[in-house]
Every structure is written in C-alpha cells, then in structure tokens.
C-alpha cells in the first residue's frame, strides 16, 4: 500500500470513526472528551510493535504519542501531528447528521471533515503502514495525537510542551493548515504551504461609570454608553500593513493585474485597494497583512432601571509577525484615543506570532515540494500565513521547522475550504484523503530514509 488509491479504504474508515466519536470541544474544561479518540488512535496502532503512551492531563482529555524509534540518535526527526477534538455544531444547518460520518456523493459528511480529522486520519494510517512495513528510519518517526487544539491546547499539546516535551519533540513537523491549490489563468497551480501563524492577544476592557437611575440618564456617566463607543472606535481603526515576503509570495499567486498586484504589495495602497475586492478575498487578505480587532463579546448592566457602572468588552485581537505586548497596547491607545484613561485593559490569552524556515535547501521544505509533485506536476509551493493559530506554534517556539500541509483534490479549492472550515455541511471528498496519505508517506519515507 503506497498510492492514493490503496490509502483512500483505510483512511475513509478511520476518519469515520474519528467523526463518530463526537469529541466535541466548547472551550470548557471538561468538554472534548478526546480521550475517546485517543483511545481509538491507540487501538489502531497497536500491535505494530511500536511505542506507544497516553498523556491525561484532565479526566477525558488523552492524548497519544505513537514513536518508530530511528536507528540514528543524532538524525533529524519527522512529527506528524493531528488533532482530535472538533468545535460545536448547529444541527439545524445541517443537511445531513454531523456526526454519522455518512459517503455522499464521494465525500464523507461530518464535523471535523475538514478540520482536521481527514488529517489526523491519513498520518495515523500511514505511520501504521509504515510500522507494518518495518520501516527503520533514521531519526524518530513520532505520530501525535493531541486534545484540545480547538480551544488553545491548555489540555493538549501547550500542557504536553510544558510537561512532557522531550516526547513530542521533533525537528520536522507536518500538520494543519495548507495544502489546498488554485490554478490562474496561465494553467499554473499554486499550491499553499502554511511557515508560519499571526499571534494571540486577546483582552477584556473594562469600561467605567457612575450607576444611577435610568429613568434620569440626561448627563450620566454611562459605561455602556462609552463602551458603545469604544466598539466603534475599534471597529473603524486601521492599523498599518505589515507586507513581507510571504505576502507577496501570495498576491504574485494571485494572478492579478499588475497595477493591482503592486497595490496590494504597499502598505500605502493595499487598505483602499482591499475596498474592491470581493468580501471574502478582502476579509483573507486583510487578515493575512494586519493586525486585527475584532470586539466579540460583552458582558455588564445589572438591571433595566440601572445605569450600569461596569461594562467588560472582549476583544480578538490576532497580531502580525514582529508584534510584541507593547505593540498591542499602543494599538489599543491609538484606537481608543481619548477613551483609554477609562478603560482598564487585562489580558485573556496571549501567544507570539511565529514563523519558520522555508525554501529551496530546507530538508523539509523539498520533501513537501517533491511529494506535491507526484499529484501535481509542475505546480509551484508558495508560503502562507494562518490568521488563526494551530498547534503548530507550541514547536516553532521551540525552533523547530513546522509546516501546516496536506494535499487535495481541485475540488478544494480555498473558498472551498473556507466555506467548510468550522462551517455548516463540512465534508472532505475521499479523493483527497488518498492524496493525502500518499504524500505523507512519500514525505516520511525521504525525510527520514
């Protein structure tokens, strides 16, 4: 078992399972349940006569790590990562059951299709291959399954770095997000490689007032009245680009005219150009080149007849390469304006920006190139940068070289991909899933031969 076509049986069963196994993650601490997966995961694996360990940092939340030891201690080692728990699911938008795992029309339906259980799926049945095969690579083969990536990884892989470090580790790291492919009007496809992630920042600000009666609010010093405003604010503030050479590896994918093209790459031109772009494509490409405010949620008033005195606003705010904590705050103060000495910030959750190393030279980086090939001949790998985060930055924190990858079919295209990404009807085509696992193969079996 070494194509597409001998990978799509196994890697669709497992997928099944993984989807019906319902490991569903609301944030909350005792949500998830991945120790479900974790168990499936294990069960696969076992009797290969590799290594294997779970990790249980809270009741329900396994994680494993399955290990092909390599022969050469001082050889470079390949992680294949994938996550087990998946976010919530409005039924009601749904055609079919979220978590029936059914094959319609060659594409398997569920929650999780798409992020990331297609993935967790295809390295699990690949390492196992590999496993079965007696496969003696030179550095470490490691297949990780983690929890509790769609709430930050408090439970998964942030809790397995901090605890259990020395067994995760790895030179070379493959996981979410990437792999999809657009073809221009040229016939050229592009392939995207995700090297790096924007950060985390997000803050509550809370809002002072004066509580008094509601039915006298001529001059009072209302917090909901200044928070409503401080929302505005927010919203209406345009920080500067930030253009490097991963955006502009980007745009010149794009296949746009050049006056366009160069528009996009400048920081003076790009905000007025992204005004005509179709709302998608500019809420992508704005995300992709500026830190971001985004006020979610808010929380305050005590009762209809009170003027409420606290008001807390939530915001997500994710920040560009080279941003740091007091880039953040001169931020809000520029977007607050006079409003900020009545505002107390406090800080949510907060990550770094992170990038690797990509390119010609780099061992993993032409493994990728070459294995994208085989599907693709003659398409070109573009680096890109995810707006939300993964787990992939708790590794290049760490200095190793991590790459959100996979390989699709041309039915996902981005907007495809997007559009089913935490959305409504998701599914993955189980052609897809056979690329996939053969690339994943083809990528261990060089890196690590």
Not at 47 to 63: L, M, N
Not at 181 to 201: C, F, M, P, Q, W
Not at 347 to 375: F, M, R
Request: contains cysteine.
């Amino acid at each position: 078992m070494t194509n597409a076509a001998d990978f799509t049986g196994p890697s669709t069963e497992l997928l099944q399972a993984l989807i019906r196994n319902e490991c569903v993650n609301d944030g909350t601490p005792d949500s998830g349940n991945e120790t479900r997966n974790s168990d499936l995961l294990v069960s696969y694996l076992e009797g290969t006569g590799v290594d294997i360990q779970t990790y249980t940092p809270r009741p329900g939340r396994d994680s494993m790590i399955a290990r092909i030891a390599g022969s050469d201690p001082n050889a470079p080692s390949l992680c294949l990562m994938g996550h087990t728990d998946v976010v919530p699911v409005n039924v009601d938008g749904w055609t079919h059951d979220p978590f029936a795992a059914e094959i319609i029309d060659g594409e398997v339906w569920g929650r999780g299709a798409v992020d990331m259980l297609n993935l967790t799926s295809t390295m699990a049945v690949v390492f196992r291959q590999l496993a079965n095969e007696g496969f003696r690579p030179k550095g470490d083969l490691i297949y990780f399954g983690v929890a509790d990536e769609e709430a930050g990884g408090v439970w998964g892989a942030k809790w397995m770095a901090e605890h259990h470090w020395d067994d995760m580790q790895a030179d070379h790291v493959l996981t979410e997000l990437g792999g999809w492919s657009t073809v221009d009007d040229h016939g050229t496809r592009t392939i995207t490689v995700n090297v790096g992630e924007k950060g985390l920042a997000w803050r509550r600000l809370r809002v002072r007032g004066t509580p008094g009666h509601g039915s006298m609010p001529f001059g009072s010093d209302n917090a909901l009245i200044k928070a409503a405003e401080i929302v505005r604010r927010i919203a209406e503030y345009q920080p500067s680009a930030h253009i490097d050479a991963i955006w502009e590896a980007q745009v010149d994918a794009f296949g746009l005219p050049d006056e366009m093209r160069d528009a996009m790459k400048s920081s003076d031109k790009i905000w007025e150009t992204l005004k005509t772009l179709p709302p998608g494509m500019a809420r992508t490409c704005h995300a992709l080149t500026h830190t971001t405010f985004s006020p979610n949620v808010i929380h305050g008033g005590q009762k209809t007849n009170t003027i409420p005195d606290v008001i807390d606003i939530d915001v997500d705010i994710r920040t560009v390469p080279g941003t740091t904590k007091a880039d953040v705050e001169q931020h809000l103060r520029d977007a607050i304006g006079d409003l900020y000495d009545h505002v107390e910030v406090s800080e949510l959750q907060s990550s770094d920006p992170t990038a690797c190393a990509y390119g010609e030279g780099n061992p993993l980086w032409d493994a990728v190139t070459k294995h994208s090939q085989i599907a693709y001949p003659g398409a070109k790998l573009i680096p890109g940068l995810i707006t939300g985060g993964t787990d992939a930055r708790f590794y290049r924190e760490r200095g190793s070289v991590a790459y959100g990858a996979g390989l699709y079919s041309g039915k996902m295209d981005f907007a495809t991909f997007g559009a089913r990404f935490h959305g409504n009807d998701e599914r993955i085509d189980l052609e897809s899933l056979g690329l996939a696992a053969e690339y994943f193969y083809g990528i261990t079996k060089d890196l690590l031969t």
